[in-house]
């Protein structure tokens, strides 16, 4: 399974796209979607420089490489829109073949409990961050409700008025 154009718009929604490298808050040289040189799809490191079309390369070689068959893995039978909370959850922390949550899920859980493994992946450096609570929980309303916090697809423009 392949993550769908509208997970890959969450990811690049949740992690920005940034054309020159910086240093994360844990001090890794990132660039692009967040893509470092751990993603193994190229050095990442002080004074690189991409394009959006470069960055949204790597970004596909990266999934492809090594997160979305880690996804398929940990949560096979998936529907698309799960399969994708996977994937973000997975790009995030790095940790779906190891996260309490994934168990639950396979099993069937209930939402409640899954949900309650789901949101302790809320923590940097040890201290709880306000931008990874609200990353878990756009993560959930994917995997339980298919609501993407954004869509590839451009929307239909809505009639605001009308004029008479």
Not at 69 to 89: I, K, N, R, Y
Not at 137 to 156: M, Q, W
Request: net charge positive.
């Amino acid at each position: 399974m392949q993550a769908s154009p509208d997970g890959i718009a969450a990811l690049e929604h949740e992690e920005g796209v940034v054309s020159r490298a910086y240093r994360c808050p844990a001090g890794v040289w990132t660039i692009g979607a967040g893509i470092t040189s751990a993603a193994g799809v190229g050095k990442v490191g002080p004074g690189m420089v991409i394009t959006k079309s470069a960055a949204r390369a790597m970004l596909m070689a990266a999934l492809k490489k090594n997160y979305e068959p880690a996804v398929a893995s940990a949560m096979p039978v998936s529907a698309q829109h799960e399969f994708d909370a996977g994937v973000l959850f997975h790009w995030n922390t790095g940790a779906i073949a190891r996260a309490s949550w994934v168990g639950l899920w396979r099993a069937k859980a209930p939402r409640p409990a899954i949900e309650a493994k789901f949101v302790i992946w809320n923590k940097g450096g040890g201290k709880v961050l306000p931008g990874l609570v609200k990353r878990r929980a756009r993560e959930l309303r994917i995997l339980f409700d298919g609501v993407y916090p954004v869509s590839s697809e451009p929307k239909s423009p809505s009639v605001a008025y009308a004029r008479w």
